[in-house]
Protein backbone atom coordinates (compact mmCIF):
# COMPACT_ATOMS: atom_id res chain seq x y z
CA UNK A 1 0.00 0.00 0.00
CA UNK A 2 1.40 3.38 -0.64
CA UNK A 3 -0.24 5.43 1.24
CA UNK A 4 -2.19 5.11 4.67
CA UNK A 5 -5.50 6.94 2.68
CA UNK A 6 -6.68 6.20 -0.82
CA UNK A 7 -5.22 8.30 -3.40
CA UNK A 8 -6.91 11.76 -3.72
CA UNK A 9 -7.23 14.17 -7.05
CA UNK A 10 -6.69 17.14 -5.65
CA UNK A 11 -5.00 18.71 -8.71
CA UNK A 12 -8.41 18.72 -10.60
CA UNK A 13 -10.03 21.47 -8.15
CA UNK A 14 -8.97 24.33 -10.75
CA UNK A 15 -10.26 22.28 -13.57
CA UNK A 16 -13.41 21.43 -11.65
CA UNK A 17 -14.28 25.43 -10.69
CA UNK A 18 -13.83 26.22 -14.24
CA UNK A 19 -16.02 23.52 -15.61
CA UNK A 20 -18.66 23.75 -13.04
CA UNK A 21 -19.06 27.29 -13.52
CA UNK A 22 -18.93 27.08 -17.19
CA UNK A 23 -22.26 24.31 -16.42
CA UNK A 24 -24.27 25.72 -13.86
CA UNK A 25 -24.45 29.13 -14.82
CA UNK A 26 -26.56 31.81 -12.81
CA UNK A 27 -27.25 28.92 -10.28
CA UNK A 28 -24.31 29.21 -8.93
CA UNK A 29 -23.43 31.63 -6.22
CA UNK A 30 -19.98 31.31 -5.59
CA UNK A 31 -16.55 28.64 -6.05
CA UNK A 32 -13.61 28.14 -3.62
CA UNK A 33 -10.96 25.81 -2.92
CA UNK A 34 -10.95 25.21 0.39
CA UNK A 35 -8.28 22.99 2.51
CA UNK A 36 -7.78 20.87 -0.58
CA UNK A 37 -11.79 20.66 -1.54
CA UNK A 38 -14.16 22.54 -3.91
CA UNK A 39 -16.95 23.90 -2.25
CA UNK A 40 -19.66 25.27 -4.83
CA UNK A 41 -21.99 27.74 -3.15
CA UNK A 42 -25.62 27.03 -5.23
CA UNK A 43 -28.99 28.70 -5.21
CA UNK A 44 -31.39 26.96 -3.22
CA UNK A 45 -34.07 26.62 -5.75
CA UNK A 46 -31.93 25.69 -8.52
CA UNK A 47 -30.26 22.82 -6.34
CA UNK A 48 -32.08 19.93 -8.44
CA UNK A 49 -30.75 21.30 -11.42
CA UNK A 50 -27.20 22.04 -10.43
CA UNK A 51 -26.85 18.42 -8.81
CA UNK A 52 -27.95 16.68 -12.05
CA UNK A 53 -25.58 18.78 -14.51
CA UNK A 54 -22.81 17.71 -11.84
CA UNK A 55 -23.67 14.09 -12.36
CA UNK A 56 -24.57 13.66 -16.02
CA UNK A 57 -22.09 16.51 -17.62
CA UNK A 58 -19.04 14.71 -19.24
CA UNK A 59 -15.48 15.53 -17.25
CA UNK A 60 -17.67 16.14 -14.03
CA UNK A 61 -19.57 12.89 -13.51
CA UNK A 62 -20.41 13.06 -9.58
CA UNK A 63 -22.21 9.57 -9.39
CA UNK A 64 -22.46 9.21 -6.04
CA UNK A 65 -24.40 11.61 -3.25
CA UNK A 66 -22.40 10.22 -0.30
CA UNK A 67 -23.67 12.51 2.77
CA UNK A 68 -25.99 15.40 3.00
CA UNK A 69 -25.08 17.33 6.38
CA UNK A 70 -26.24 20.13 8.30
CA UNK A 71 -24.55 23.45 9.53
CA UNK A 72 -26.10 26.16 11.89
CA UNK A 73 -24.87 29.75 11.94
CA UNK A 74 -27.81 31.39 14.33
CA UNK A 75 -25.97 35.14 13.30
CA UNK A 76 -27.05 34.50 9.68
CA UNK A 77 -30.28 35.50 8.20
CA UNK A 78 -31.14 32.27 6.81
CA UNK A 79 -29.02 30.32 9.41
CA UNK A 80 -28.77 26.62 7.90
CA UNK A 81 -26.74 25.30 5.19
CA UNK A 82 -27.53 22.06 3.42
CA UNK A 83 -24.32 20.58 2.40
CA UNK A 84 -24.26 17.64 -0.46
CA UNK A 85 -21.35 15.50 -0.63
CA UNK A 86 -20.40 13.83 -3.80
CA UNK A 87 -17.81 12.16 -5.50
CA UNK A 88 -16.67 11.19 -8.79
CA UNK A 89 -15.87 7.45 -9.22
CA UNK A 90 -14.67 8.24 -12.58
CA UNK A 91 -12.12 11.02 -12.00
CA UNK A 92 -11.66 10.00 -8.18
CA UNK A 93 -12.84 13.22 -6.54
CA UNK A 94 -14.95 14.99 -3.96
CA UNK A 95 -16.50 18.27 -4.07
CA UNK A 96 -19.15 19.73 -1.88
CA UNK A 97 -22.56 21.40 -2.65
CA UNK A 98 -23.23 24.32 -0.21
CA UNK A 99 -27.03 25.76 -0.03
CA UNK A 100 -28.72 27.90 2.57
CA UNK A 101 -31.71 27.75 3.80
CA UNK A 102 -33.98 28.47 7.14
CA UNK A 103 -36.92 26.42 8.46
CA UNK A 104 -40.06 28.08 6.83
CA UNK A 105 -38.81 28.03 3.14
CA UNK A 106 -38.25 24.39 2.11
CA UNK A 107 -35.24 22.71 0.41
CA UNK A 108 -36.02 21.19 -3.25
CA UNK A 109 -35.51 17.11 -2.40
CA UNK A 110 -33.32 15.55 -4.57
CA UNK A 111 -34.96 12.27 -3.77
CA UNK A 112 -35.24 12.03 -8.05
CA UNK A 113 -31.73 11.64 -8.48
CA UNK A 114 -30.56 9.43 -5.61
CA UNK A 115 -33.09 7.45 -3.46
CA UNK A 116 -30.90 7.38 -0.59
CA UNK A 117 -31.55 11.55 -0.26
CA UNK A 118 -34.73 10.42 1.21
CA UNK A 119 -33.05 9.18 4.49
CA UNK A 120 -30.59 11.32 4.18
CA UNK A 121 -32.84 14.55 4.17
CA UNK A 122 -35.12 12.90 7.29
CA UNK A 123 -31.80 13.23 9.32
CA UNK A 124 -31.49 17.04 8.03
CA UNK A 125 -34.95 17.68 8.81
CA UNK A 126 -34.63 15.61 12.12
CA UNK A 127 -31.55 17.51 13.58
CA UNK A 128 -32.26 21.14 12.41
CA UNK A 129 -35.70 21.36 11.33
CA UNK A 130 -34.66 22.28 7.85
CA UNK A 131 -37.89 21.22 5.08
CA UNK A 132 -37.62 19.40 1.76
CA UNK A 133 -40.12 20.17 -0.61
CA UNK A 134 -40.89 16.94 -2.55
CA UNK A 135 -39.72 13.87 0.02
CA UNK A 136 -42.95 11.82 0.61
CA UNK A 137 -41.93 10.50 4.03
CA UNK A 138 -40.53 13.31 5.72
CA UNK A 139 -40.45 11.98 9.30
CA UNK A 140 -38.34 12.25 12.16
CA UNK A 141 -35.54 9.55 12.17
CA UNK A 142 -33.39 9.89 14.94
CA UNK A 143 -35.26 11.04 17.88
CA UNK A 144 -38.10 9.28 19.53
CA UNK A 145 -42.08 10.00 18.89
CA UNK A 146 -42.76 13.18 20.34
CA UNK A 147 -39.50 14.61 20.79
CA UNK A 148 -39.87 18.12 20.63
CA UNK A 149 -37.37 20.87 19.03
CA UNK A 150 -34.37 19.59 16.75
CA UNK A 151 -31.13 18.79 18.40
CA UNK A 152 -28.25 19.91 16.75
CA UNK A 153 -29.54 23.35 16.88
CA UNK A 154 -26.98 25.73 18.92
CA UNK A 155 -29.31 27.09 20.73
CA UNK A 156 -30.87 24.00 21.70
CA UNK A 157 -30.12 22.80 25.16
CA UNK A 158 -27.81 19.96 26.33
CA UNK A 159 -30.40 18.87 28.49
CA UNK A 160 -33.57 18.71 26.42
CA UNK A 161 -37.04 19.58 27.61
CA UNK A 162 -38.15 16.43 28.59
CA UNK A 163 -36.86 13.22 30.32
CA UNK A 164 -38.52 9.66 30.37
CA UNK A 165 -37.99 7.05 33.35
CA UNK A 166 -40.27 4.22 33.95
CA UNK A 167 -42.65 4.63 36.58
CA UNK A 168 -43.19 1.83 39.21
CA UNK A 169 -46.90 2.92 39.65
CA UNK A 170 -48.09 3.28 36.57
CA UNK A 171 -45.90 0.43 35.23
CA UNK A 172 -44.81 1.88 32.13
CA UNK A 173 -42.38 4.11 30.85
CA UNK A 174 -43.39 8.06 31.26
CA UNK A 175 -42.24 11.25 29.91
CA UNK A 176 -41.51 14.51 32.74
CA UNK A 177 -40.67 18.10 32.40
CA UNK A 178 -36.43 18.01 32.89
CA UNK A 179 -35.79 19.31 36.42
CA UNK A 180 -32.37 20.29 37.20
CA UNK A 181 -31.20 21.20 40.24
CA UNK A 182 -28.19 23.09 38.98
CA UNK A 183 -29.49 25.78 37.08
CA UNK A 184 -29.78 28.25 40.48
CA UNK A 185 -25.76 27.30 41.19
CA UNK A 186 -23.85 30.43 41.24
CA UNK A 187 -20.19 29.93 38.94
CA UNK A 188 -16.93 31.79 38.77
CA UNK A 189 -14.70 32.47 35.52
CA UNK A 190 -11.58 32.65 37.32
CA UNK A 191 -8.53 31.11 35.61
CA UNK A 192 -8.11 27.56 36.31
CA UNK A 193 -4.40 28.14 35.27
CA UNK A 194 -4.25 30.52 37.87
CA UNK A 195 -6.12 28.99 40.52
CA UNK A 196 -9.28 29.98 42.85
CA UNK A 197 -8.00 32.56 45.52
CA UNK A 198 -9.97 30.41 48.36
CA UNK A 199 -10.06 26.91 49.11
CA UNK A 200 -12.35 24.31 47.57
CA UNK A 201 -14.14 21.31 49.37
CA UNK A 202 -11.70 18.90 49.81
CA UNK A 203 -8.95 20.78 49.62
CA UNK A 204 -8.67 20.79 52.96
CA UNK A 205 -7.45 17.48 52.76
CA UNK A 206 -4.09 17.58 50.85
CA UNK A 207 -2.54 19.86 53.71
CA UNK A 208 -0.85 19.34 56.79
CA UNK A 209 -3.07 18.52 59.62
CA UNK A 210 -3.47 21.73 61.86
CA UNK A 211 -4.05 20.24 64.93
CA UNK A 212 -3.42 16.48 66.33
CA UNK A 213 -6.40 13.96 65.47
CA UNK A 214 -7.37 16.40 62.40
CA UNK A 215 -8.24 14.68 59.27
CA UNK A 216 -6.09 14.40 56.55
CA UNK A 217 -4.88 11.45 53.77
CA UNK A 218 -1.37 11.41 55.06
CA UNK A 219 0.36 8.37 55.71
CA UNK A 220 1.52 7.57 59.70
CA UNK A 221 5.44 8.60 59.18
CA UNK A 222 3.87 11.70 57.72
CA UNK A 223 1.93 12.45 60.16
CA UNK A 224 4.09 11.73 62.89
CA UNK A 225 6.75 14.06 61.28
CA UNK A 226 4.48 16.78 61.36
CA UNK A 227 3.50 16.36 65.13
CA UNK A 228 6.73 16.42 66.27
CA UNK A 229 7.32 19.76 64.16
CA UNK A 230 4.53 21.51 65.69
CA UNK A 231 3.78 19.79 69.16
CA UNK A 232 7.09 20.26 71.55
CA UNK A 233 7.89 17.02 73.90
CA UNK A 234 8.69 17.49 77.48
CA UNK A 235 11.82 15.65 78.25
CA UNK A 236 11.07 12.50 80.54
CA UNK A 237 11.61 13.00 84.31
CA UNK A 238 13.99 10.80 86.55
CA UNK A 239 12.31 8.19 88.90
CA UNK A 240 12.31 9.07 92.53
CA UNK A 241 12.95 5.59 93.57
CA UNK A 242 15.16 3.48 92.28
CA UNK A 243 13.32 0.43 90.38
CA UNK A 244 11.41 -2.62 92.51
CA UNK A 245 10.40 -0.02 95.13
CA UNK A 246 6.99 0.91 95.35
CA UNK A 247 6.03 4.27 95.95
CA UNK A 248 2.14 3.64 97.30
CA UNK A 249 1.50 3.02 100.91
CA UNK A 250 -1.34 0.60 100.76
CA UNK A 251 -1.64 -2.40 99.42
CA UNK A 252 -5.03 -1.21 97.47
CA UNK A 253 -2.46 1.17 95.72
CA UNK A 254 -0.36 -0.90 95.09
CA UNK A 255 -2.31 -3.77 94.06
CA UNK A 256 -0.10 -6.40 95.64
CA UNK A 257 -2.57 -7.84 97.69
CA UNK A 258 -1.95 -9.63 101.72
CA UNK A 259 -0.13 -12.52 102.06
CA UNK A 260 -3.29 -14.79 102.87
CA UNK A 261 -5.85 -12.69 101.62
CA UNK A 262 -8.84 -15.36 103.03
CA UNK A 263 -8.71 -17.47 100.20
CA UNK A 264 -6.66 -20.35 102.07
CA UNK A 265 -8.17 -22.62 104.69
CA UNK A 266 -6.51 -21.93 108.21
CA UNK A 267 -4.24 -23.70 109.93
CA UNK A 268 -6.68 -24.81 112.79
CA UNK A 269 -9.93 -26.40 111.83
CA UNK A 270 -12.94 -25.43 113.38
CA UNK A 271 -15.21 -28.28 114.93
CA UNK A 272 -18.60 -27.50 113.14
CA UNK A 273 -20.64 -28.76 116.47
CA UNK A 274 -19.14 -25.90 118.14
CA UNK A 275 -21.04 -23.01 118.59
CA UNK A 276 -19.79 -19.45 119.04
CA UNK A 277 -20.21 -17.76 122.41
CA UNK A 278 -21.88 -14.43 123.46
CA UNK A 279 -18.30 -12.92 123.55
CA UNK A 280 -17.43 -13.80 120.77
CA UNK A 281 -15.32 -17.22 122.06
CA UNK A 282 -16.70 -20.92 121.50
CA UNK A 283 -18.35 -23.19 123.93
CA UNK A 284 -18.48 -26.53 124.23
Known sequence: MRAPAPAYAADLNAETIELATATLGAALVGAVDQVGEVALYVDRMSIV???????????????????????????????????YCLLSLTRNHRLHVHVSA???????SVTGLWPVAGWLEREVYD???VLFSGNADLRRILTDYGFRGHPQRKDFPLSGFVELRYSEEEKRVVYERVQ????????DFMSPWEGAEYILPGDEKGLLPQAKGAPTPLAAAEIAKADKAQTPVAA????????????????????????DPGNKPSEKPVDPDVKPGKGGGQSQ
Do not use: C, H, N, W
Open 236 to 259: PSAPSQPYGKEDAKSTAETGKGDA
Open 49 to 83: TALAALRDTPGLEYQQLMEIAGVDYPSRAERFEVV
Open 127 to 129: MYG
Open 180 to 187: LAQDFRSF
Open 102 to 108: DDVEPVP
